[in-house]
């Protein structure tokens, strides 16, 4: 699959499905999750912060693989801490999801990935 049919597949989408590999357990877990597409790269939102187990396994293997509609991608994800950084993440979740949605399931945003899209 190529970046422009996955880029293209997810321009409409409001959830991928995000694949990481279990820090413990080693086994592939999938899970939907919220995303937004700043230009050549993917921000996801860990639900619970730096506490959300996806996140935890991204810490200690940031290979993930990305799907939506048949298409997908693998990349290498980057955890992002920095509170600023952090904000700016938070702020286009509210641009993409509206402010009471992000404030409703987003309980402790402390934490934030980044996936590249190359």
């Known amino acids: 699959m190529s970046l422009e049919e996955f880029t293209d597949a997810i321009k409409d989408a409001d959830e991928i499905e995000l694949t990481v590999t279990g820090r ?3 086994r592939k877990l999938p899970r939907p999750v919220w995303f937004v597409q700043d230009r050549r790269r993917l921000c996801l939102l860990p639900i619970r912060g730096s506490d959300t187990q996806w996140f935890k396994n991204i810490v200690a293997n940031p290979t993930v693989r990305l799907a939506i509609d048949g298409a997908d991608l693998e ?3 980057k955890p992002i801490t920095d509170p600023p950084k952090v904000s700016d993440v ?3 979740f509210r641009g993409k999801y509206g402010h009471s949605d992000v404030r409703r399931y987003y309980s402790n945003p402390d934490a934030a990935v980044e ?3 190359s």
């Open 24 to 26: 413990k357990s080693g």
């Open 75 to 77: 990349g290498t994800a």
């Open 90 to 92: 938070l702020e286009k």
């Open 115 to 117: 996936i590249p899209l």
